[in-house]
């Protein structure tokens, strides 16, 4: 059983930054891969970024490729999303999810979620 509680959102300036982190309860969390997924009002949810069990591999959407860096520490167990330029578009509700099979980009191929963080860009 994974428990996953994301932090770190808030109301930012676009141009600005965040980190967001996700961070797990369980003994086996350093064998799962872990995705960032949003979701706006009237939106399906999406894959935003994910990493691999060990960190070694990590995997973005192209809306937030070069913006974005995922890692993870599992000494922490704790995965983060830095998210920097942020804009306007990247206003969502940000969920964090664990599979056992490893990163994939859809959502029911996830174990586990958290309940989400909201991000909010104000141009």
């Known amino acids: 059983q994974v428990q996953l509680v994301e932090s770190g959102g808030g109301l930012v300036q676009a141009g600005g930054s965040l980190r967001l982190s996700c961070e797990a309860s369980?003994?086996?969390?350093?064998?799962?891969?872990v995705g960032w997924f949003r979701q706006a009002p009237g939106n399906e949810r999406e894959f935003v970024s994910g990493?691999?069990?060990?960190?070694?591999?990590?995997y973005y959407a192209d809306s937030v490729k070069g913006r974005f860096t995922i890692s993870r520490d599992n000494a922490k167990n704790t995965v983060y999303l830095q998210m920097n330029s942020l804009k306007v578009e990247d206003t969502a509700l940000y969920y964090c999810?664990?599979?056992?099979?490893?990163?994939?980009?859809?959502?029911?191929?996830?174990?586990?979620w958290g309940p989400g963080t909201q991000v909010t860009v104000a141009s």
């Open positions: 999810a664990a599979a056992k099979v490893g990163v994939r980009t859809t959502v029911y191929e996830y174990d586990y």
């Open positions: 990493v691999s069990s060990s960190g070694s591999r990590s």
């Open positions: 369980g003994r086996t969390f350093d064998t799962y891969g």
